[in-house]
Nanobody, 117 residues
Framework: QVQLVESGGGLVQTGGSLRLSCAAS????????MGWYRQAPGNQREWVAK???????TYADSVKGRFTLSRDNAKNTLDLQMNSLKPDDTAVYYC???????????WGQGTQVTVSS
C-alpha cells in the first residue's frame, strides 16, 4: 500500500520561501512520476510540477523560475522549494505519484501554504 506524507507548509509573507517535502513509502519500487498539485479555495486542483524517473522536470508556467523540484530516488522523497511566494500561491499542496506514466495517481493528505500580502 502506497503512502505519501507531506510536510513543510505554513504561513509566510509575500516574497518569502517555504520548502515542502513528500515522503513516499510502501511502493516497493521507485515511482515513474512524482509531483505536486495545489488547490485554492473555490478552485479546481491545479498541477504545479513533476519529475520523472529519468529526472526530467517540468513546471507550470505560474511557478516557473520560482519553484524548484528535487527528488531522492533512493529514499523516495520529493522536495518543492518555493521562493518569491505570492498571495496567489496560497493553496493546499498535494504530493502525487504514479507507478507508471499512465497509471492512477496516489495522493498525500495535503499541506496548507498561506502567503500573506
Amino acid at each position: 500500500q502506497v503512502q505519501l506524507v507531506e510536510s513543510g507548509g505554513g504561513l509566510v509573507q509575500t516574497g518569502g520561501s517555504l520548502r515542502l517535502s513528500c515522503a513516499a513509502s510502501g511502493s516497493g519500487s521507485s515511482f515513474a512520476v512524482m509531483g505536486w498539485y495545489r488547490q485554492a479555495p473555490g478552485n479546481q486542483r491545479e498541477w504545479v510540477a513533476k519529475i520523472t524517473r529519468d529526472s526530467t522536470i517540468t513546471y507550470a508556467d505560474s511557478v516557473k523560475g520560482r519553484f524548484t523540484l528535487s527528488r531522492d530516488n533512493a529514499k523516495n522523497t520529493l522536495d518543492l522549494q518555493m521562493n518569491s511566494l505570492k498571495p496567489d500561491d496560497t493553496a493546499v499542496y498535494y504530493c502525487y505519484a504514479k507507478m507508471s506514466p499512465f497509471s492512477r495517481n496516489y495522493w498525500g493528505q495535503g499541506t496548507q501554504v498561506t502567503v500573506s500580502s
